[in-house]
């Protein structure tokens, strides 16, 4: 009887023990997800004064993928982005994009974000699909990862030096050489 009574108490500690696991695992996990609507005060301090030009660019979102090419995993606050005009850990603030107003960091590219346009990560795929193409204006916190690059007036000579770049080196639509054109 004692042995008895001794067994049923473990599994039952066991059965509580893995009732509150599951509990917490699934609140923190639609809490993460949840973050996405959520404005998440920042404690940082900065300056309303800050001569940054407002750029015009194109926008669509993405829900697919679990690493990017920086190697982070992918997570709310991330966007993909030319690496030409804006480098991999640039920080730009979007605005007039709705409820996906916000700062996010260049951490991503991709074969089709070209120029002026931001792939931002969503992860609802209903909702990036619902995203479709908007234009929006952002604004350039961090030209990739130097933080010196962060001064309002450096940060906007360095991405008129990187557009004029990026303009007079134009990247072909077609990665084929005539040559492998040509083959029947």
Not at 48 to 56: D, G, P, Y
Not at 119 to 147: K, M, T, V
Request: hydrophobic share 40%; with cysteine.
């Amino acid at each position: 009887m004692n042995l008895m009574s001794y067994v049923r108490g473990r599994i039952i500690i066991t059965l509580i023990l893995t009732a509150c696991s599951v509990a917490v695992y699934f609140t923190a996990r639609i809490d993460s997800h949840l973050i996405d609507s959520q404005e998440i005060p920042s404690h940082v301090p900065t300056s309303q004064s800050e001569s940054r030009a407002t750029l015009r660019f194109s926008a669509t979102a993405y829900c697919k993928g679990t690493t990017t090419k920086s190697g982070v995993k992918v997570r709310a606050g991330i966007a993909a982005a030319d690496p030409q005009l804006l480098p991999v850990g640039s920080v730009i603030e979007v605005s007039s994009a709705g409820p996906y107003d916000g700062i996010y960091t260049i951490l991503d590219t991709g074969p089709a974000v070209q120029g002026r346009l931001i792939d931002i990560y969503i992860w609802s795929c209903y909702e990036a699909l619902d995203f479709g193409r908007q234009h929006l204006e952002i604004r350039i916190l961090r030209l990739g990862w130097n933080p010196a690059d962060s001064k309002p007036g450096r940060v906007n000579d360095l991405f008129n030096q990187l557009e004029e770049a990026f303009r007079s080196s134009p990247v072909p639509l077609n990665p084929q050489s005539p040559a492998e054109k040509k083959q029947p």
